[in-house]
């Protein structure tokens, strides 16, 4: 009886997150705030909410402790609770589009609208970056870039590249990142960059994909 009720008070507890989740809306909250900390303003632009329903989603996020914030003047800045928030919502998005065909359509939707755009994966990118056959650009916001990138790559904003092209080398490749999977910033920088006549490429991953990359492939390493 003692280890029934002991059980049903901890899958209450895991249930907490699971209700939280339950939202579009603050699941896109949690993507974005992986890329490092934004106030509430910053949020409702960038979702298109208002300012109080973003921090109405915010506040029940914090309540199940996967969001924490802090003040700075008058605004109220929000980050991830902690870095494994941060390594769940990338599993979230495997588990998903392993299991769910209707996300395996929208993003082979989405690759289909930009075939014609050369990618590259992470352990091409690894072995070009060391042999120094390769620039890596991010095109986040530079505040995200600041928050965490991945090493090496250099920070031209979505927004300025266009001011950058004519300085970009033209016999080097050039790879373009930016959120993950479902952000588009990078094919759209791969596309300025290749009517520039700049040979670029995109990768899909972003920086919490290339963290786990990387961790994994320590692992591999230390078991050999």
């Not at 895991?14 to 992986?34: M, Q, T, V, Y």
């Not at 914030?69 to 390594?87: C, H, M, Q, W």
């Not at 890596?136 to 870039?145: A, G, K, M, Q, T």
Request: a negative charge; charged letters at 25%; aromatic letters at 6%.
């Amino acid at each position: 009886m003692i280890d029934r009720n002991w059980r049903d008070q901890l899958y209450n507890e895991f249930a907490r997150i699971g209700k939280c989740l339950s939202s579009p809306k603050r699941l896109e909250l949690l993507d974005l705030l992986s890329q490092g900390p934004k106030s509430v303003e910053q949020l409702g632009k960038m979702t298109g909410m208002s300012v109080a329903n973003v921090s109405q989603h915010l506040q029940t996020l914090h309540e199940s402790k996967l969001v924490r914030y802090n003040k700075r003047g008058n605004f109220v800045i929000y980050e991830l609770a902690d870095p494994t928030v941060g390594e769940f919502m990338v599993s979230m998005h495997r588990l998903g589009e392993k299991r769910l065909v209707e996300i395996q359509q929208m993003k082979s939707d989405i690759l289909q609208a930009h075939a014609s755009m050369e990618a590259i994966t992470l352990d091409e990118l690894r072995e070009r970056m060391e042999n120094g056959e390769v620039l890596l650009i991010d095109v986040r916001p530079s505040d995200e870039y600041a928050a965490g990138h991945i090493p090496g790559a250099i920070s031209i904003p979505i927004e300025e590249l266009d001011n950058h092209l004519d300085a970009l080398p033209m016999g080097k490749e050039i790879v373009a990142y930016c959120r993950g999977p479902y952000c588009l910033m990078s094919a759209q920088a791969v596309e300025r960059m290749n009517r520039h006549g700049i040979r670029a490429s995109r990768l899909e991953e972003g920086v919490y994909e290339w963290k786990h990359y990387v961790s994994h492939a320590t692992v591999r390493s230390e078991v050999l």
